[in-house]
């Protein structure tokens, strides 16, 4: 599969009017909200690029709306309704984490609307695969305690387990919200032939990788996917803003041949 290296942003950026540069679309993960996207947003917006950080529906400023009505085709819709209402065909779609299962149904939704999506650390799901289907030991644990009382939803990680810096930690963990429990019991649905739009997977080389053992065997499997790596953090976004920027921009640079 193709790899790529780093180049400044100034080179990348330079020679694209601000008329022709992609409009990105930033999904959050699980427990997190559009703002933990925001340090990546305004760098990109310096550079002239539309962006929008959804919150999905159930968390974040958004929490009130938690319900076992919240499936992941409630946040696939959440991501669907955002690219269409923009208007544009030339959105890259970035989903971190869980946000890779709704943004990778929602791209295949999506068809041309979508230019690039691109896996930020992420579930990479197949049809008919459920999140847990990931970590299968926590399967009986939450359907246990999901049974056991209906307001629960699944409690947040701290945010060190994420590779937040110690002085971001509490601002993160006071925003940190439930993840809806549905969200991880209900499966992809992905229509065959849904793998046309371009591929990108970012992987954070700081971040323990048991869980995504079986998202990055199915990229390294699949000539169609580029593959970079980034030395981060998980929560690249809010631990490594800066070089996250840059490898997006330079596998746009990419997607552009």
């Known amino acids: ?6 180049r400044p942003c100034a080179e990348l950026a330079a020679g694209v009017p601000v008329d022709r540069q992609p409009a990105w679309v930033l999904v959050h993960g699980a427990w997190h909200g559009g703002w933990c996207w925001d340090r990546v947003a305004a760098r990109l917006r310096a550079l002239g690029h539309s962006v929008s950080a959804p919150t999905l ?6 929490a009130a709306l938690r319900s076992r009505s919240v499936t992941l085709a409630t946040h696939v819709q959440d991501i669907v309704d955002q690219v ?3 208007g544009r065909a030339d959105v890259v779609l970035v989903g971190h984490s869980y946000g890779g299962f709704p943004a990778t ?4 939704q999506l068809g041309g609307l979508v230019r690039h999506l691109v896996l930020l650390d992420a579930f990479l799901p197949v049809n008919g695969e459920k999140l847990l289907d990931h970590a299968p030991a926590l ?7 999901a049974q056991a009382d209906e307001r629960w939803h699944i409690p947040p990680l701290p945010s060190a387990m994420f590779g937040v810096a110690e002085t971001d930690r509490a601002w993160v963990d006071a925003l940190l919200t ?9 499966p992809a649905c992905l ?8 591929r990108s997977y970012i992987r954070c080389l700081r971040a323990p990788g048991d869980l995504l053992a079986r998202s990055l065997a199915r990229v390294h499997a699949d000539p169609a996917w580029t593959y970079a790596e980034l030395d981060a953090e998980h929560d690249a976004m809010l631990s490594a803003p800066g070089p996250l920027v840059r490898l997006l921009l330079q596998l746009q640079g990419c997607s552009a041949h």
């Open 1 to 6: 599969m193709p790899d790529i290296s780093l």
């Open 105 to 108: 149904v929602a791209a295949a």
């Open 57 to 62: 529906t159930g968390l974040a400023e958004r």
């Open 84 to 86: 269409r209402g923009l």
């Open 139 to 145: 399967i009986a644990a939450y359907a246990a305690s």
């Open 178 to 186: 439930p993840q809806p429990v549905n969200t991880y019991f209900e």
């Open 191 to 198: 229509p065959a032939g849904s793998g046309r739009v371009r």
